[in-house]
C-alpha cells in the first residue's frame, strides 16, 4: 500500500504467458490488471507467447515484468531445486534476455523480476537463494525486483541499489509468520472471486490478513498478485478491482511515471 497523499494506491498484478497461446482467459485478465509478469519459458511458455502477451500489454498501458523461474517445466517451476548460485544467476539472465528481446520487439519495456514459484518461495526463505537472485537482477538494466515482506532478498536488494516492491497475494492462504501456505494444504488457494477481492481489501486498508490458522497477520503490500492459472483468473481480477476502487483505493502500475515511487 502506498499513501499518496490523501489517495491510496495499489498495484494490481498478474503472471501471465504460461499457456501455448495468449488466452482469453489472459485477455480478461488483462483488462484488469495494471501489470503483468511474463513467463520467460523456463517454467511455461515460449518466445511466440511473450511478444503476443508483450503486445497485449502495450496496447493497455499495463506495465511488463519478467516472471523468472527454476529450469522446470514438467513441475511448472513449483518443485524445490538446489541449483548452484552462479547456475542460477546465468538462468535468470538467459530467461530475462530473452523476454527483453520479445517485449523489445513488441515496443514494451521490461520494469521489473518477479521469480515464480518455488524460486519464489527459496529466494523468500534461503539467503544463499536470494543473493543470486539479487545478483542477477543487478546485473540487469531494469533496476526492480517483486518479493513478499520478509523475505531474505530484500536486504541484499537495497544493498545493491535495487528497489524491493512488495508483494501481497490475495488469492492464497497465509500463514501465522506471514508466509504463503504450501499449495497442497486444505485453504492455501482461494478460488471465490468474492472472497478474493474481501481479502485484496483488507491487505491494502488494513494492512494485513487473517491466516489459515485464524490469526491476524500483518503483510505489507504494494502490489497484489492475481494468479492467471486460475480457473476463475478473469472473473477474480475483474472482482479484486472493482473492489478496490469502491473502497476509494486507486489501481494503477508501480513502474510508470503516472505510478508511485
Same mark, same amino acid.
Given at each position: %500500500?502506498? !499513501?499518496?497523499? &490523501? %489517495?491510496?494506491?495499489?498495484?494490481?498484478?498478474?503472471?501471465?504467458?504460461?499457456?501455448?497461446?495468449?488466452?482469453?482467459?489472459?485477455?480478461?485478465?488483462?483488462?484488469? $490488471?495494471?501489470?503483468?509478469?511474463?513467463? #520467460?519459458?523456463?517454467?511455461?511458455?515460449?518466445?511466440?507467447? %511473450?511478444? !503476443?502477451?508483450?503486445?497485449? #500489454?502495450?496496447?493497455?498501458?499495463?506495465?511488463?515484468? &519478467?516472471?523468472?523461474? =527454476?529450469?522446470?517445466?514438467?513441475?511448472? *517451476?513449483?518443485?524445490?531445486?538446489? @541449483? +548452484?548460485?552462479?547456475?542460477?544467476?546465468?538462468?535468470?539472465?538467459?530467461?530475462?534476455?530473452?523476454?527483453?528481446?520479445? $517485449?523489445?520487439?513488441?515496443?514494451?519495456?521490461?520494469?521489473?523480476?518477479?521469480?515464480?514459484?518455488? /524460486?519464489?518461495?527459496?529466494?523468500?526463505? !534461503?539467503? @544463499?537463494?536470494?543473493?543470486?537472485?539479487?545478483?542477477?537482477?543487478?546485473?540487469?538494466?531494469?533496476?526492480?525486483?517483486?518479493?513478499?515482506?520478509?523475505?531474505?532478498?530484500?536486504?541484499?536488494?537495497?544493498?545493491?541499489?535495487?528497489?524491493?516492491? /512488495?508483494?501481497? =497475494?490475495?488469492?492464497?492462504?497465509?500463514?501465522?509468520?506471514?508466509?504463503?501456505?504450501?499449495?497442497?494444504?486444505?485453504?492455501?488457494? @482461494?478460488?471465490?472471486? +468474492?472472497?478474493?477481492?474481501?481479502? +485484496? @481489501?483488507?491487505?491494502?486498508?488494513?494492512?494485513?490478513?487473517?491466516?489459515?490458522? *485464524?490469526?491476524?497477520?500483518?503483510? +505489507?503490500?504494494?502490489?497484489? #498478485?492475481?494468479?492467471?492459472?486460475?480457473?476463475?483468473?478473469?472473473?477474480?481480477? &475483474?472482482?479484486?478491482?472493482?473492489?478496490?476502487?469502491?473502497?476509494?483505493?486507486?489501481?494503477?502500475? =508501480?513502474?510508470?511515471?503516472?505510478? =508511485?515511487?
Amino acid at each position: %500500500m502506498v !499513501d499518496t497523499g &490523501a %489517495m491510496v494506491a495499489v498495484d494490481l498484478n498478474a503472471d501471465l504467458g504460461e499457456a501455448e497461446v495468449l488466452t482469453p482467459m489472459d485477455a480478461g485478465v488483462l483488462d484488469a $490488471v495494471t501489470s503483468v509478469s511474463i513467463a #520467460c519459458g523456463f517454467h511455461a511458455g515460449s518466445r511466440k507467447v %511473450m511478444r !503476443d502477451t508483450a503486445r497485449a #500489454c502495450v496496447a493497455r498501458g499495463v506495465a511488463i515484468g &519478467a516472471h523468472v523461474s =527454476f529450469r522446470d517445466s514438467e513441475g511448472f *517451476g513449483r518443485r524445490t531445486r538446489e @541449483v +548452484a548460485p552462479a547456475q542460477l544467476i546465468d538462468d535468470i539472465i538467459e530467461q530475462c534476455a530473452t523476454l527483453l528481446e520479445e $517485449v523489445g520487439s513488441a515496443g514494451g519495456t521490461v520494469a521489473y523480476v518477479k521469480p515464480h514459484g518455488a /524460486l519464489y518461495n527459496q529466494m523468500s526463505a !534461503d539467503a @544463499v537463494v536470494a543473493t543470486s537472485v539479487v545478483s542477477a537482477v543487478s546485473r540487469l538494466a531494469i533496476g526492480t525486483l517483486l518479493t513478499q515482506a520478509g523475505s531474505e532478498a530484500i536486504a541484499p536488494a537495497h544493498r545493491s541499489g535495487l528497489r524491493v516492491v /512488495l508483494e501481497g =497475494f490475495p488469492d492464497r492462504g497465509y500463514l501465522a509468520n506471514g508466509r504463503l501456505a504450501p499449495r497442497h494444504r486444505a485453504g492455501a488457494v @482461494v478460488d471465490d472471486p +468474492a472472497h478474493v477481492a474481501d481479502r +485484496a @481489501v483488507s491487505l491494502v486498508h488494513r494492512g494485513g490478513i487473517e491466516a489459515m490458522s *485464524g490469526q491476524w497477520t500483518l503483510v +505489507a503490500v504494494e502490489t497484489l #498478485c492475481i494468479h492467471g492459472d486460475s480457473p476463475s483468473a478473469a472473473a477474480t481480477a &475483474a472482482a479484486v478491482r472493482a473492489a478496490l476502487e469502491g473502497a476509494g483505493i486507486a489501481v494503477r502500475p =508501480f513502474a510508470t511515471p503516472d505510478g =508511485f515511487a
